[in-house]
């Protein structure tokens, strides 16, 4: 992709004079290369129109619009133009109706699911440093405002997101094997900041256990949810992929 690009005339560390050209030639290089952009604007609705419209017919809506925060008329010309907009820990902000107002107007089918780490961590974790493993909040709080079931929205999103950025060529069998389950739908953080997803492989049911602080992770199979029979299951977890790869050798089981 090419991004992040855009404009922002809210902290305007480069003139306006500056930043238009740059983000019309930027666009220019995604349209040559044929990449989808990653755009950022802020306080720039009017401009970031002008200057979309203007790449309307060779760019195509190939991107989206990250960390949406704009107007509803922006949100609505974007998603005209077939662009996604991208949603994270800002729509469970108290006073972030307008996100959840642009939230109610995009299709789930164009919308995105982000982090914008390290900041922008979701409510109730909101302060600290934001990682992917708060996405399920995020993804919580769609389901939420859409009255969508959240199984729904993180299967579509993931999907959006294979698209947008032309995944599908890059993914081994076993990986999206495991992009399917993971995360899940059901997680809750304990008091000891344990960070749980319960997902499902075949018949078999694992609960997913990350201490936050101490990065310790474990895979545990449960039997219809019974944490009280636990038996845990070594597993090797990619920090790069972020995705769960199981030893098969059953003789480590504890």
């Known amino acids: 992709a090419v991004g992040e690009i855009g404009l922002d005339f809210y902290y305007n560390n480069s003139k306006k004079e500056e930043q238009i050209p740059a983000f019309e030639k930027q666009l220019q290089i995604a349209v040559d290369t044929n990449k989808p952009v990653v755009i950022h604007t802020r306080e720039a609705d009017e401009d970031t129109i002008a200057i979309l419209k203007n790449f309307s017919k060779t760019l195509k809506g190939n991107g989206v619009i990250h960390s949406f925060t704009s107007s509803v008329s922006l949100a609505e010309f974007c998603l005209d133009e077939g662009f996604y907009l991208g949603f994270n820990g800002i729509i469970t902000f108290k006073n972030a109706q307008n996100v959840r107002d642009v939230l109610a107007v995009t299709p789930i089918e164009q919308t995105l699911i982000e982090t914008d780490s390290p900041f922008l ?11 992917p493993f708060y996405l399920p909040f995020v993804a919580e709080k769609i389901a939420s405002e859409k009255e969508m079931n959240i199984e ?103």
Not at 121 to 131: D, H, I, M
Not at 169 to 183: N, V
């Open 121 to 131: 961590t979701p409510v109730p974790f909101r302060g600290r440093e934001n990682a």
């Open 152 to 254: 729904d929205v993180i299967k579509i999103t993931k999907n959006n997101a294979i698209n947008l950025f032309k995944l599908w060529g890059t993914m081994s069998k076993q990986i999206s094997k495991y992009l399917d389950a993971f995360p899940s739908t059901h997680f809750y953080i304990t008091k000891d900041e344990f960070l749980f997803y319960l997902f499902q492989e075949g018949n078999e049911k694992y609960l997913y256990r990350r201490n936050i602080n101490q990065h310790h992770k474990e895979a545990v199979k449960v039997c219809d949810e019974d944490f009280s029979k636990q038996t845990y299951w070594p597993f090797e977890y990619n920090e790069k992929e972020s995705l769960l790869y199981f030893i098969s050798d059953t003789d480590n089981l504890e």
